[in-house]
């Protein structure tokens, strides 16, 4: 496998359990006029109807979820993402133990972050009286697990990697392109 083949699967694999964890909760308050209606605030803009007090990603903003909810927001797109991945590989019959060992993989790491969400603020009150050294301890932490989670993970990415077509890796090695 080359070089960019494996860079491919790899951020697979660092997308289905470790995309970055910037966290919401670490801004000290919400954008310009959001509570106000202003014009980054609740229906303005590109938001429309329907969408007030969202932004890109359909993220909250910060405000309207605690730290905990949205870090566990966070890992739940991860594992639809992963989810979505294997819908679009097609696995044949011999792939899907390769493919169910990469879940395995991905859940444990995915595990370790819950239990660092989990040890974070429930209230956006609570949030508030962090220091920056409380915020930076936790992504520090995080960090680490991220990191533990993608090394747990890629030897089953690399194996089920192998065990693709040409057409299923050109899914894995570009993900989001369309067509």
């Not at 429930?122 to 993608?150: C, F, N, P, W, Y």
Request: proline letters at 7%.
């Amino acid at each position: 496998m080359d070089k960019v083949t494996l860079a491919g699967a790899v951020m697979i694999a660092v997308a289905a359990a470790t995309l970055p964890t910037v966290m919401a909760w670490s801004q000290s308050s919400p954008p310009a006029g959001a509570e106000a209606g202003g014009p980054r605030g609740p229906g303005a803009g590109h938001e429309g109807p329907g969408r007030e007090g969202m932004h890109r990603g359909g993220e909250r903003w910060a405000h309207d979820v605690s730290p905990q909810q949205a870090c566990v927001d966070r890992i739940a797109r991860r594992a639809g993402f992963v989810a979505a991945m294997g819908v679009k590989l097609n696995l044949t019959a011999n792939q899907k133990p390769l493919w169910d060992k990469l879940l395995t993989a991905t859940q444990s790491a995915q595990d370790s972050q819950r239990k660092l969400c989990d040890a974070l603020p429930t209230s956006r009150d609570s949030a508030d009286k962090l220091t920056v050294i409380d915020r930076m301890h936790h992504h520090e932490q995080m960090l680490q697990t991220r990191l533990q989670g993608l090394q747990q993970v890629e030897p089953a990415v690399q194996a089920l990697y192998q065990s693709l077509t040409p057409e299923q890796k050109v899914v894995l090695d570009h993900p989001f392109q369309r067509g």
